[in-house]
């Protein structure tokens, strides 16, 4: 009967997935439809001005880009609000720790859920972006993989984040202050190269960039800025930061 | 050789910061048996309880639950507990059916299991019917019945209650005291905290006065009732206010004036109030009654349960 371990972590994902089904096509809708019109306005559009960037069309330049900053949007959108409700609103994690459910269930069964919708999101994208032409190489099939890496390790510190927060108002400057600039800076609609060695020291530190950039290598077939393991081993680093930062904050605010 | 208790508590403290929410009490509960933490808010009710269910450590003492140790074995100790809080968290964004299946889940039951088990528990609670609607709509009495349900999906060997009937009508706390005397019928160890003098008179075999973090009387409700108070308890209420105390001198065994009316404990209430008659006072009202648990918290801390 002891609910512990793997078991515990599925069924928090499936907690979270009965939650997501009410919200399946809102959801759907914004996560898919919304790249796609990034792509057809700035990518058709802009790159018409703009022309080729390093011998390929600027769409195939940013297709990657706007892949990595929607599963960065959908992490850091998931981990706030419903976060911040499970805490103080719903108090579903004050459920769930009354079972045999564990800190670390609650942070990995919520952090797989986002796992999950990421993967047939990015599989989808690939499709129509593969009508549109905007795919140069057969590596772009882990293109997928690396959206779920950029999920995890950018999910885990916002969800540490929100479990120490008691006002919403706090998600303004987070969007303001950290996610709008990492958004910008992460080389999805230009190359960081172009910015002021301050700046990209922006890029560097984000998860986005490393996301965006093994992408960007992927679907256009050529090798990353830094070497892949590098990029690896800063979203590892990510993860692993962001995965003790979130047990942390939860074990805290649960223990009272 | 006698069964352990199912939960021990010896020189139980929890302090938060300077406060000391409980300071050192001794409790032990009996498998079978409903027990109850009684007193007013802020006499550590819900500290204890949020202790035996393994969500808060002791400071200090010794605190053993189904003869493991709530620190270590905490997985495996919420397991077999089910816990209705006292702020509700249901998961309002999913149906009641639901809510019951993703916490079956929670304690391992396996899908097929947690659908039978949600079906049969809200059968129990009188909820059959609003299976596949949505919690919000729900009444509080009825939102309670269906935390009861859930707290119940693991057939724990223990159910706490925290202050189960806190804010509902009167209709619909007896509907749940019928419900949890079933579940006591059952086998099932109760153990609730609540400040209403007459849930703990119907539910608690036994029970436990707490006032500012210690427990100051134990006992079944007959118990202390006989321990710390009468039989009856003659409730009189002077035009003139209290002034007429003094001269119930020796009227009944004790004289208790409140700022609003003069209590009389005494063995024989229509006697007592003879008595009143005959020294000549006129009271406004005479109110003869039964002794409750009201009146042995009164005795016992000098002040009323519900302020």
Known sequence: MAGSGVH????????HLTLYRRLFWASAMSSFLLPVLFLVSIGLGVGGYVGDLGGVSYLQWIVPGVM?????????????YPVLGDFKWTRGYHAMRATPVRIGDMVAGQVLVMVVRVLPQAVVFLLVVLLFGGLRSWWSVVTPLVCAAVVVASALPVMGFSARIDNDGYFALLFRFVMIPMTLFAGVFFPVAQLPVVAQWLAWVSPLWHGVELCRAATLGVAPPWPVWAHVA????????????????FARRLAV | MAEEPLIVARGLVKRFGEFTAVDGIDVSVERGEAFGFLGPNGAGKSSTMRMISCVSAPTAGELRILGMDPVRDGVAIRGRLGVCPQLDNLDTDLSVFENLTTYARYFGLSRAEARRRAGELLEFVQLADRAKGKVEPLSGGMKRRLTIARAMVNDPEIVLLDEPTTGLDPQARHLLWERLYQLKRRGVTLVLTTHYMDEAEQLCDRLVVMDGGRIVAEGSPRELIARYSTPEVVELRFA???DAAVKLDGVGERVDPLPDRVL????DGDAAVAEVHRRGLAPSSVLVRRSTLEDVFLHLTGRTLVD
């Not at chain 1, 800063?234 to 904050?249: D, E, I, P, Q, S």
């Open chain 1, 234 to 249: 800063c979203l590892v680093a990510w993860t692993v930061a962001g995965g003790w930062f979130a047990m942390r904050g």
């Open chain 1, 68 to 80: 990595a900053s929607t599963a960065f949007q959908m992490a850091v959108g998931e981990t706030t």
């Open chain 1, 8 to 15: 515990a972590t599925v069924a928090v994902l499936e907690r």
């Open chain 2, 240 to 242: 003139g206010g209290a």
């Open chain 2, 264 to 267: 009389v404990y005494a063995r």
